[in-house]
């Protein structure tokens, strides 16, 4: 036996001995069992048998650090009772799925973007990690969204307006007042600080409170936020869901992926913002995960200003125009709005204004989980049967929540 390895030694005949050695002496044995020479016992035979561990040393490193699995719960026959000891954490094996982590990704997506964002504009966070604290926030956003992408009898009836006959304005103005009621605290709590001499805070909140009204007033603040938080935290989140269900759904990208990652700066580190330039793999990832899943599959609703020819077509003033991104195979296309392409985030003065935060947050969010982690989907289902289905607002989201067991590297 190697120096260093753990044996398991059982032997059958009048007696049964069993023990466990670890670098060449006993460190667990388990008491003489006499059978008798005309028991007929066959190798065959199974026994449950109880050990005892000299001291905590050797159960850690002799038996732990070896590999030799004394992790499990021996449940009772007792406790078998209403199938308890098949169900019970206490009674789970080391090696069942229960033990690990099940992480909802979207969700943690979701929070991890929300307070980016809040801190990046309020120096806090706005839920707490280890809480359900962004769970309401998250379904109201969710609400907002499934709202607005509804197709609305008074776009295109605008004599029905008053009438409000889905009542989707209604609801809207429900969510809104949420929103608009929780940036309005925010920033009352800053106002106090700030006539307290506290200006320890430098952020978004401080250079707008510092602006002149007359430039830019508290109801435009409060506004600006809500849309700064409502599109900045959804659409961020559900780009990172969709690109890790693609991943998981193709394991040999996702091996790619790791491998560029290691290459570049090392299995199980962070990603900063400056290595992305050189992660290109990461970037074709992102970049296609934008193409299949865009944030808002019809860009926000434009309308023209004016009469204008557009490909030997007149389009009226006042039109409500949509616009659908064509697919792209070039890896050089970018999705700045240079390229019409792939336009994920609009183009032009339109453009979504969290743009420059978005790409920065993505591919380092994206290139961590995956570097940092292994991954296996949640149930044991294999990567073909990855539910992929949609549900539509605004946003396109996943229809179900992507459940998988990160293992840290």
């Not at 604290?133 to 004599?159: C, H, Q, R, T, Y």
């Not at 290691?262 to 400056?274: S, Y």
């Not at 004016?306 to 792209?328: H, I």
């Not at 339109?350 to 995956?370: E, H």
């Amino acid at each position: 036996m190697q120096k260093g390895q753990v044996s398991v030694g059982v032997r059958l005949g009048t007696q049964v001995r069993a023990g466990v050695r670890y670098r060449g002496r006993v460190l667990v044995r388990v008491p003489r069992l006499d059978l008798g020479s005309g028991s007929g016992l066959r190798p065959s035979l199974r026994l449950n048998v109880r050990v005892e561990v000299g001291s905590r040393e050797e159960f850690q490193v002799g038996c732990l650090r070896s590999g030799f699995d004394l992790g499990s719960g021996f449940a009772p026959d007792a406790l078998g009772a209403c199938n308890q000891s098949d169900f019970s954490v206490v009674w789970l094996s080391v090696n069942n799925s229960q033990w690990r982590t099940l992480l909802d990704i979207g969700r943690a997506a979701f929070r991890t973007s929300l307070n980016l964002l809040s801190n990046t504009i309020f120096s806090k966070d706005l839920t707490d990690p280890f809480s359900d604290s962004d769970k309401e926030f998250k379904e109201l956003v969710w609400n907002i969204m499934a709202e607005a992408g509804k197709p609305n009898l008074v776009d295109f009836f605008p004599f029905l307006k008053k009438i409000d006959p889905q009542g989707i304005r209604r609801r809207l103005t429900n969510h809104f007042s949420k929103v608009l009621q929780l940036m309005s605290g925010l920033i009352d709590e800053r106002l106090k600080e700030r006539e307290m001499g506290n200006q320890e805070n430098v952020d978004v909140l401080d250079a707008l409170l510092s602006i002149s009204p007359e430039e830019i007033d508290r109801n435009h603040i409060e506004h600006l936020y809500l849309d700064l938080f409502v599109a900045g935290t959804d659409t961020t989140s559900n780009t990172l869901e969709w690109a890790m269900a693609e991943l998981l759904k193709n394991p040999h990208t996702l091996e790619k992926a790791q491998k560029e990652l290691a290459q570049v700066i090392g299995r199980g580190k962070l990603v900063d913002e400056a290595d992305v330039a050189h992660l290109t793999y990461l970037q074709c990832i992102v970049k296609e995960a934008l193409r299949l899943h865009p944030p808002v599959s019809l860009l926000i609703p434009l309308k023209v200003e004016e009469d204008v020819e557009l490909c030997g077509y007149t389009v009226p003033k006042g039109s409500q125009v949509l616009v659908n991104p064509e697919r792209f195979w070039e890896s050089e296309i970018d999705v700045r709005g240079r390229d019409f392409e792939l336009i994920p985030f609009g183009a032009g003065r339109r453009i979504y204004p969290g743009l420059p935060l978005a790409i920065s947050i993505i591919p380092v969010t994206l290139g961590s989980l995956i570097n940092t982690f292994n991954w296996k989907l949640h149930g044991g289902i294999a990567p073909n049967d990855l539910d992929m289905d949609e549900k539509f607002g605004i946003t396109l989201a996943k229809a179900q929540p992507l459940l998988a067991i990160p293992t840290p590297v």
